[in-house]
Every structure is written in structure tokens, then in C-alpha cells.
């Protein structure tokens, strides 16, 4: 039987919900990992430690992690015959509702008049990505809060870079994520997550490099020569000592995730963009 439209609403206010509350178990045992890696009264310590007391607060009384609820992202992989604009319009009632409740803050500005939409509904918002899959037993959406302060630590390079000494080539790109690392420091609520994303255009390069952040912690890219690099930039992130929001130690990076997309043969554009600490990224299945 279809999935009628109040349903929906209600499966999506639930995914929203839960996204905004609940950190997924795979982000919480990093943050547990970095936790007991960091020096006993040490800073980075205590900044772990009230990360993850903030979670189970936030879990326990069913409350943001972070006041910043961020932009709202969907992913939607869909399967035959699930059309998207039912879909569309129960996922803005479903972020209005959850923004009445309080459980999203209101996180919408008009660009040039500087209103607040009062309700996280506008040009542009929520953000949905729709792909649809043949042959699929069921849609899966997952939903990606991203607060604002990690998103401005994104960044996108062009190569070559002289500045970098990085040519077009992993090497290439190693130089610009380790810049990107330096550069955040400890903004952007560090311990961060990176996804990069080679090649594309310069929007499409981004998409991607947002995409990357829905693997979960410790999953590798299938490509080997991918995968080797995640694990080495991992290890280099981490060997500079900025640590967890910026105090200095052991973990300035939960994960790092590479991915690709054909170029022109005119560009070279490595896309990086920058998740807090508090990953927020939840999924349903409708069958």
C-alpha cells in the first residue's frame, strides 16, 4: 500500500527530529576514542568530555546538540515511482513543524533583506538531493544538519597551486587538505570530519565533498589509492597537534573521506568541506 501523505509528514518529522538530537553511535565513539587518547586534565580533555555530555543531555531530554541546527540537507535515493514533489512539500511541513516545536532553530535569513523566514523555509531551504535508483526495494533519505561554523571553514582549491607547490596529482591534493586543516585550526568546532571531493565543476566539486560526509567513521573508499590517502591525511591531520577545539592534542580529525567526479581537462578543483564534531546525520527507509 502507497504511503499516503500524512504519513510521510510524519516519518520525515520523526527523521528531522532525531537528526537534530540523537548523534549517530559511529560519531559518538570517535569522540569516545578521542576522549581517552587526550592527557588527563588536559584541555582537549575537557572539551571531550563536554562533548559528550552534551550528547546524552541532548538524547536524554530530547534537545539540540547544538543550538546552530545548521542547513538541512536531504539526500534522497529513490526508488521507482516515488515522486518527489509529494515528497518535497511533507519535508518543508515537516521542518516547519519541527522549527515550531523548537527542535530546529529559526535558521533562515533572505539574503538581501536580512529576514528571518521564521520557519527555515526559503529560496533554497531545506536542501534536497534527489537521485533515483532502479530496481530499488525502497527510498532511502537521509537527512544532514551542517551548522554554520564548520561551512565556513570549507574551502576549494584550483590546480596547480604554486602557492602550495601542489601539481595535479594525490600529492596535489595531500598539500591542500593539510592547508585546509592548518587553516581551520580549531574552528569550526574541531574535532572535524573533511570530505573531499577531486575533480567536478566548482558546484558540483562541493556536492560532492558533502556527500562524502554521509560514510560512516572508519568506512574507506572502495578505490585503494583513495583509501590509502584518507588513512595517511588522517594520520598527518592528527600528528599536528591542534586537537580537539583547538587546545591543542592528539585528535584534530574523526575521519577524513575522499571521493571523486570526472573534469574538464581544463580544471582541477579539490573540494573540501568541513564537519564539526557534532555530525548530525540520521536515515529512514520507506518501503
Not at 516519518?11 to 592527557?39: C, F, M, N, Y
Not at 600528528?239 to 571521493?259: A, H, Q, R, Y
Amino acid at each position: 500500500m502507497a504511503l499516503d501523505n500524512e504519513e510521510l509528514r510524519r516519518l520525515l518529522l520523526d527523521l528531522v527530529i532525531r537528526t537534530s538530537v540523537d548523534l549517530p553511535v559511529d560519531v559518538e565513539d570517535a569522540l569516545v576514542r578521542g576522549r581517552d587518547k587526550a592527557e588527563l586534565g588536559s584541555g582537549e580533555r575537557v572539551a571531550f568530555e563536554t562533548m559528550l555530555a552534551n550528547v546524552a543531555l541532548a538524547r536524554e531530554r530530547r534537545l539540540p546538540i547544538c543550538q546552530d541546527t545548521g542547513t538541512l540537507m536531504f539526500f534522497v535515493e529513490a526508488a521507482e515511482g516515488f515522486r518527489r514533489k509529494p515528497f518535497q512539500s511533507a519535508a518543508e511541513w515537516a521542518v516547519s513543524e519541527a522549527t515550531r516545536l523548537g527542535v530546529l532553530r529559526q535558521n533562515c535569513v533572505e539574503t538581501l533583506s536580512g529576514r528571518n523566514t521564521g520557519n527555515n523555509l526559503g529560496n533554497g531551504s531545506p536542501v534536497v538531493h534527489w537521485h533515483e535508483l532502479e530496481n530499488a526495494r525502497g527510498t532511502r533519505v537521509t537527512l544532514m544538519l551542517k551548522g554554520g561554523g564548520s561551512e565556513n571553514m570549507g574551502i576549494q582549491f584550483s590546480l596547480p597551486d604554486s602557492s602550495l607547490d601542489a601539481g595535479r596529482n594525490l600529492e596535489g591534493v595531500r598539500r591542500c587538505v593539510l592547508s585546509a586543516v592548518l587553516r581551520a585550526q580549531g574552528q569550526g568546532c574541531a574535532p572535524g570530519i573533511l570530505g573531499v571531493a577531486i575533480g567536478g565543476d566548482r558546484a558540483t566539486g562541493y556536492e560532492e565533498s558533502k556527500r562524502q560526509l554521509l560514510r560512516k567513521i572508519g568506512e574507506r573508499s572502495p578505490e585503494p589509492a583513495l583509501a590509502e590517502l584518507e588513512v595517511r591525511l588522517l594520520e598527518e591531520a592528527n600528528s599536528l597537534g591542534i586537537g580537539g577545539m583547538g587546545f591543542g592534542g592528539k585528535t584534530t580529525l574523526l575521519d577524513v573521506f575522499v571521493g571523486t567526479r570526472c573534469r574538464l581537462p581544463a580544471s582541477y578543483f579539490v573540494s573540501i568541506s568541513y564537519m564539526c564534531w557534532c555530525c548530525r546525520r540520521q536515515s529512514i527507509v520507506i518501503e
